[in-house]
């Protein structure tokens, strides 16, 4: 189903029906009941108000113009309700919507967006016999050498999946977890990937909500799942818990242990504490598989944290300056070594380490292999 939202909503003003209020009428719990049966688009260009974005909104994917207007309420009812007197343009403009997440994807124009829509609904239509593969090689330069540098995980996504496949989703939104359909060897797929370069990877609030209903997404229609993993875990402090941090991350791991169809979990560097669990659906067993490049460093929680909370009194019994530096460095390199990947491979805790190049071999064989749970019926998406 595809809606074009363009509109300013009701009629109050009619007179030629019968009725009060017309809040009878079944359109949007109609609507409503495609959730989850049918892939559902929403195209908006131009203005989008009141009942025309409620329906934009039940939509799994919202592709909009850059010079669209959404919002609940146009001028004329914001008036009403004694809120002030407002240009449409002033009402849910497409930069703060493509921001705060309620726009999938932001195109110039309407032709774009329907561009968009089309190679949306794609990726629900089977497998393609043709594709290009990348070069394998590019995945060993990815991740760089000092563990302690950020890199663009979208190089990462790339290099997996068919060359060209890659549609981003909510490119605005949740920034600490890159969300995009794609193709790998013909065959459709989500992919989820943490981005180190906000917060370090680091999970907050935004970024669960955003991974959460991706996966919810994809489970309803059929999609199997790509996780790469390089996070510390998820954001913690003060300011963040002021967020709802508890609720929010927590979502990952309930939709997670809701899917039926596979998934897969790839660690390119870090893979610390609840929030490499919550990319690798809920531990790293939970998985079809769960590999990592010979980058991978894993533990409870960050390294440097783990050694200025476990080895606090030692520290403190050097004198600080280059001493204490010095021991700390030491420390720190010690419990890399530990928790390096073909440690954890050595325990059975992750299936393999492997070879960066081939990682799309793997994600490939465990494609033809896996299958979705039996008993297939629809699932609800949340709008959010």
């Given amino acids: 189903m595809v809606l074009f939202a363009e509109g300013g909503g009701g009629r109050p003003g009619d007179v030629d029906m019968p009725i009060v209020a017309g809040l009878h009428v079944p359109t949007f719990a109609s609507f409503a009941r495609l959730n989850g ?118 190089a990462a996504m790339e290099g997996v999946v068919d060359a060209g496949s890659l549609l981003p989703l909510r490119t605005g939104f949740g920034l600490g977890i890159h969300t995009a359909l794609a193709r790998l060897e013909g065959k459709p797929v989500g992919l989820l990937a943490s981005n180190p370069l906000h917060l370090g990877g680091a999970i907050d609030a935004d970024a669960a909500d955003k991974a959460a209903r991706f996966m919810q997404l994809c489970d309803a229609h059929g999609l199997p799942l790509v996780s790469l993993v390089d996070t510390p875990g998820f954001m913690v402090g003060p300011d963040i818990e002021e967020q709802a941090q508890v609720r929010h991350v927590s979502r990952m791991f309930i939709a997670a242990a809701h899917l039926r169809v596979p998934f897969f979990s790839v660690v390119l560097r870090k893979g610390y504490g609840l929030g ?27 390294l440097e944290g783990a050694v200025r909370l476990g080895y606090r009194k030692e520290l403190e019994a050097v004198p600080e300056g280059p001493q204490r530096e010095a021991l700390f460095e030491q420390l720190v390199a010690k419990q890399y070594a530990a928790g390096q990947a073909t440690n954890m491979a050595a325990t059975l805790e992750i299936d393999a380490v492997i070879d960066p190049a081939q990682t799309r071999h793997w994600l490939a064989r465990g494609l033809a292999a896996a299958s979705p749970s039996p008993g297939w019926e629809s699932r609800a998406i949340d709008t959010w």
């Fill in 37 to 154: 049966r049918v892939p559902v688009v929403g195209i908006a260009a131009g203005r989008c108000f009141a009942g025309n974005a409620a329906l934009l909104g039940c939509c799994d994917v919202i592709i909009a113009t850059e010079g669209s207007n959404i919002g609940m309420g146009g001028p004329a009812m914001v008036e009403g309700g004694g809120l002030g007197v407002f240009k449409p343009e002033q009402i849910g403009p497409a930069p703060v919507q493509h921001g705060n997440g309620v726009i999938d994807v932001l195109v110039e124009d309407e032709a774009q967006a329907v561009a968009a829509a089309r190679r949306y609904l794609s990726y629900f239509q089977g497998p393609v016999a043709s594709f290009e593969a990348p070069n394998p090689l590019a995945l060993r330069n990815v991740v760089p050498e000092n563990r302690l540098r950020v890199y663009d995980s979208r």
């Fill in 276 to 302: 490499a669990m919550a990319m690798a659906a809920g531990g790293f067993h939970a998985p079809e598989f769960t590999v990592s490049w010979p980058s991978g460093e894993f533990g409870g929680m960050g």
